[in-house]
T-cell receptor, first 113, second 115 residues
Framework: GDSVTQMEGPVTLSEEAFLTINCTYT??????LFWYVQYPGEGLQLLLK?????DKGSNKGFEATYRKETTSFHLEKGSVQVSDSAVYFC????????????FGTGTRLLVSP | EPEVTQTPSHQVTQMGQEVILRCVPI?????FYWYRQILGQKVEFLVS????????KSEIFDDQFSVERPDGSNFTLKIRSTKLEDSAMYFC?????????????FGPGTRLTVL
């Protein structure tokens, strides 16, 4: 079945460091891909998305490119801030009328000053 | 900004007891969902609900689970006889349109602990 694999955390970085969180997927068709973020005490919030191959999603300095050839959607940010500390979830959605998101396990990011 | 709310934030119950987890979706949304995350595992889809009926459910969503929209604002998940393995974080979500056509907005979750 469809699945998402994320790198295990926690990822610990100093402020202004470069961030990469790896995400790969397995799907039989052509899914839409998402990154959600969960700040402490809050719900999952959509961070960015891409709906077709080679699309780049971006928001708040974060970027991810839909790579069909490597079935990947890695999250990157050039310079992280302490306020970016959160749990990041990669997810896919099959564009076939089914209504569920398929998530990875989440990766906790800890940014220290 | 409208948001999805969930109550309680943490529920502790004894094995075999019934629990009801409550969610208030965003008011103009028509599609409702429950997901759960067992500690250290993936966020898993449980069920989607539209027009007062279940539109899709996962293998996890067996006869012990039920969902209901008892009034115009609440959306509930009931577990009839809880098991230890039901301990998890339960997330409610809602969307204005189905699935990837429109963003699913998530609540902060209810942590269920079954003893």
């Amino acid at each position: 079945g469809d699945s998402v694999t994320q790198m295990e955390g926690p990822v610990t970085l100093s402020e202004e460091a470069f961030l990469t969180i790896n995400c790969t997927y397995t799907a039989t068709g052509y899914p839409s891909l998402f990154w959600y973020v969960q700040y402490p005490g809050e719900g999952l919030q959509l961070l960015l998305k891409a709906t077709k191959a080679d699309d780049k999603g971006s928001n708040k300095g974060f970027e991810a490119t839909y790579r069909k050839e490597t079935t990947s959607f890695h999250l990157e940010k050039g310079s992280v801030q302490v306020s970016d500390s959160a749990v990041y979830f990669c997810a896919l959605y099959m564009n076939t009328g089914f209504q569920k998101l398929v998530f990875g396990t989440g990766t906790r990011l800890l940014v220290s000053p | 900004e409208p948001e999805v709310t969930q109550t309680p934030s943490h529920q502790v119950t004894q094995m075999g007891q019934e629990v009801i987890l409550r969610c208030v979706p965003i008011s103009n949304h028509l599609y409702f969902y429950w997901y759960r995350q067992i500690l250290g595992q993936k966020v898993e889809f449980l069920v989607s609900f539209y027009n007062n009926e279940i539109s899709e459910k996962s293998e996890i969503f067996d006869d012990q689970f039920s969902v209901e929209r008892p009034d115009g604002s609440n959306f509930t998940l009931k577990i009839r006889s809880t098991k230890l393995e039901d301990s998890a974080m339960y997330f409610c979500a809602s969307s204005e349109a189905p699935g990837a056509i429109d963003e699913q907005f998530f609540g902060p979750g209810t942590r269920l602990t079954v003893l």
